[in-house]
């Protein structure tokens, strides 16, 4: 039996005519940038969230990389970013020219460790960028009082996080600003690239939507030396369709990390921890494992597809190692890097192919 990594085609397949209609009103509208489908969903997304504002842009990491603009955050500030991540939360941070101050995750929800914060803020630091690694929140509430305390900035990349909550409150609502992915294979997925820059302050959404604008508020009137980062009319429209059932699809998630999590019973793979605190949607479900390429081998075998996100951890990519970072300075950002195994999850899993999967990794 054949387990992909993820495929879209029931999900799909389920809102067919709800899409095509979608993208036959862009198309018969004759307005593919900046139409009124944008708004729409900007709207839409921002009271899912509970913020005040969203910007639709490119891609996530332009998202990110807008926040920091808009914040006039740039050369000579510094941005504590995780040692563990996708290499774009980094990225953002050198984008507009900072520097990225790695800090480990904690070994429990693999998120930004609360506890080692503090000894890595100088006076440059400008903000904390916390990311929602795998669908989770991690130590929300202390980071959240660690940036209070020492006047920063906190800025969610939400980009695999897409309606999951943390004490009850969604993410792109929690901190000062989000940003999100709407990459194809991210919980809300667009037929394409795209983003959004959901924030509380109607001021810094209107700021990142004049630098994703050439800089131009009105026309041909630059105010600032931007960039061109907008999502497309097609895909907006196509987020507005596929909204409305995103909680419908985490929850089949949630589901799926329910049976993997009580069928996968081998001691020699280490289950993902769930935080008290927060829901999690599933973006990844990781585990850990002695063999980790013995274990994707193994899974491959039977049919199933097993990734590893990510297996080089920021600190070592050979683009920062101008930062000269050594080997062994983030244990638990190394550990994950050397022992993560994702496994299938995606809305549309069969019963048997669920199974399929438990019973694989039980005979590793
Ligand atoms: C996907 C992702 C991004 C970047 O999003 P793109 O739309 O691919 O630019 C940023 N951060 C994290 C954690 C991601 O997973």
């Known amino acids: 039996m054949n387990v992909p990594f993820a495929d879209f085609s029931v999900m799909h397949t389920e809102i067919r005519d709800q899409l095509d209609a979608a993208i036959r009103r862009v198309v018969d509208a004759n307005y593919f940038i900046g139409s009124p489908e944008n708004k729409d969903f900007e709207d839409r997304f921002a009271a899912y969230c509970g913020a005040n504002a969203c910007v639709g842009c490119g891609n996530g990491l332009d998202a990110l990389q807008l926040i920091l603009r808009a914040y006039g955050i740039g050369a000579g500030d510094e941005l ?6 996708f290499i774009a939360t980094g990225l953002a941070v050198t984008y507009v020219g900072a520097k990225p101050v790695f ?12 506890a080692q914060i503090e000894d890595a803020i100088t006076e440059r630091t400008k903000a904390i960028m916390m990311v929602h690694i795998y669908g989770q929140v991690g130590e ?3 980071v959240r009082e660690i940036a ?3 006047g920063l900035l906190l800025i969610e990349d939400a980009a695999q996080a897409h309606g999951a909550r943390y004490r009850g409150q969604r993410t792109g609502s929690l901190a000062d600003a989000a940003g999100f992915s709407f990459y194809p294979g991210k919980n809300l997925g667009a037929f394409g690239d795209g983003g959004a820059a959901v924030c509380r302050d109607a001021a810094v959404a209107e700021r990142i939507r004049t630098y994703g604008n050439y800089g131009a508020r009105t026309k041909y009137q630059h105010v600032y030396k931007g960039v061109n980062s907008r999502l497309d009319s097609v895909q907006a429209a196509v987020l507005s369709v596929k909204l409305e ?5 985490n929850a089949e998630r949630r589901r799926i990390a329910g049976r993997y999590k009580k069928g996968i019973t081998n001691p020699s793979i280490r289950l993902p921890q769930e935080n008290p605190d927060a829901e999690h949607v599933w973006h990844i479900f990781p585990v850990m494992a002695e063999g980790r390429d013995a274990l994707i081998a193994h899974l491959r075998d039977q049919g199933i597809t097993a990734l590893c996100h990510y297996p080089v951890p920021m600190h070592l990519h050979q683009a920062y190692a101008d930062l000269g970072y050594a080997p062994g300075r983030f244990p638990v950002a190394e550990y994950i890097a050397s022992h993560e195994v994702s496994l299938p999850m995606y809305y549309g899993m069969t019963e048997e192919q669920i199974d399929h999967v438990i019973d694989a990794a039980n005979r590793f």
């Open 80 to 85: 504590i970013v995780p040692a563990h991540t």
């Open 148 to 150: 209070d305390k020492h």
């Open 140 to 142: 929300f509430q202390a």
């Open 103 to 114: 800090v480990d995750v904690e070994p429990h929800w693999y998120c930004l460790d609360a």
């Open 245 to 249: 059932f995103l909680d419908r699809w």
